[in-house]
């Protein structure tokens, strides 16, 4: 044998039975001193310099190695343990014994040291010599590779079972999230759209193309805040409740309920003429003149003044705010109430 190959010692003997081995042991792939022996003196001796490249992982290999002296790491890549080996450890017998087998991590020498490097023809030696030692080491590189499996498995569980939390948190952070801009959108008191809400919408809805005419129309209470005043802030929620009520009841889904803030509503209507948009207003006066007829102490409901108008995607919401508005004031202005039309469309783009 050669003199740089003279048995090492480990520290961790084991004699070269082949009976006993906890799985721990056999897992270490460590040769036992009487192995070793004779790896080494059928083996080729190979030296390494520090940083040097045995073989790259995917590498088709068909050798396998025992280290003599000096250190191998083993990195199997991506975020899997390193393994550094030392004397009389052996590494990459899969190579030798399965043939072509593609290495499954990187073998780089950490210092420099001296290999036994067996192919097949040596191993075959190897059986000839003693049929009973190389059975031993081939039970436990088998062992080895079940060992390995087993923890690849457990290793590619947890990691599902990683997976499956970080969906279960993205799918309840994305659920909130949706919740959170829900709120953000919508109005405390009535549960409609708020101007927000109204912005929001009408930013999406440009984005994707918006009908070229829709109706406009605006709610606003008559003498509300004597509502207020004689029956208390309690009952003036529940009026405005019931106007944002009538308003859910007559939007179509395309249609848009809005209560831009105090007493004042909209409603944004897929409708492209007169008769069309008017439809919706006669509806809301009409049911709100027909809870009036209800006598109730508290009220539940008070008059209102509505505006209609149509609408051009060519302008802009403040655009279509001050012509909705004009019919409002109109409708103020005769005595509240009722429904005011305003005729001309906005002509400056
Ligand atoms: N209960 C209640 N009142 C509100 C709310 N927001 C605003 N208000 C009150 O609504 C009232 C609106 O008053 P005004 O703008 O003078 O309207 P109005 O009394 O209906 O007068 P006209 O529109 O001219 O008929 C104010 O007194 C506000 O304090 C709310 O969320 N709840």
Redesign the pocket.
């Known amino acids: 044998m050669n003199r740089d190959m003279a048995v090492p010692s480990m520290g961790r003997e084991t004699d070269n039975s082949t009976t006993t081995a906890a799985p721990t042991d056999v897992a270490m792939a460590v040769l036992t001193p009487g192995e070793f022996e004779l790896f080494a003196e059928i083996g080729r001796p190979r030296r390494v310099e520090a940083g040097q490249v045995l073989f790259r992982r995917g590498e088709l290999g068909t050798t396998m190695f025992v280290i003599a002296r000096g250190a191998i790491v083993l990195d199997f890549g991506d975020d899997l343990v390193t393994k550094r080996l030392g004397v009389r450890e052996f590494f990459g017998e899969l190579g030798l014994l399965i043939g072509d087998h593609a290495r499954s991590a990187d073998a780089i020498a950490a210092t420099d040291g001296l290999l036994v490097e067996l192919r097949h023809e040596e191993f075959q030696r190897l059986v000839d010599r003693d049929p009973s030692l190389v059975s031993y080491f081939l039970r436990r590189a088998i062992m080895r590779v079940v060992l390995n499996e087993q923890s690849l498995i457990r290793r590619l569980r947890r990691r599902n079972q990683d997976l499956e939390a970080a969906l279960d948190s993205l799918y309840a952070t994305t659920h909130q999230l949706n919740q959170t801009e829900e709120l953000i959108r919508t109005d405390d008191?009535t549960g409609l759209y708020n101007r927000r809400g109204l912005t929001l919408h009408l930013q999406e809805s440009r984005t994707v193309g918006m009908p070229d005419t829709m109706g406009l129309i605006l709610i606003?209470?008559?003498?509300?805040?004597?509502v207020?005043d004689d029956h208390g802030?309690l009952v003036?929620?529940r009026v405005?409740q019931s106007v944002a009520n009538i308003l859910r009841s007559v939007a179509g889904p395309e249609d848009i309920a809005c209560r831009l803030g105090?007493?004042e509503f909209c409603l944004l209507v897929a409708a492209s003429t007169r008769q069309d948009v008017m439809r919706f207003a006669d509806f809301i006066v009409s049911t709100v003149h027909g809870l009036l007829l209800i006598p109730q102490s508290p009220p539940t409901i008070c008059p209102v003044s509505v505006g209609a108008c149509l609408v051009s995607a060519k302008h802009e919401w403040n655009d279509w705010y001050a012509h909705a508005d004009g019919a409002l004031y109109q409708a103020?202005r005769l005595g509240?109430n009722r429904v005011h039309w305003q005729d001309a469309e906005l002509t400056s783009a």
């Open positions: 008191l606003d209470c008559d003498r509300f805040k004597q207020n802030h003036g929620d405005l105090g007493d103020k509240g």
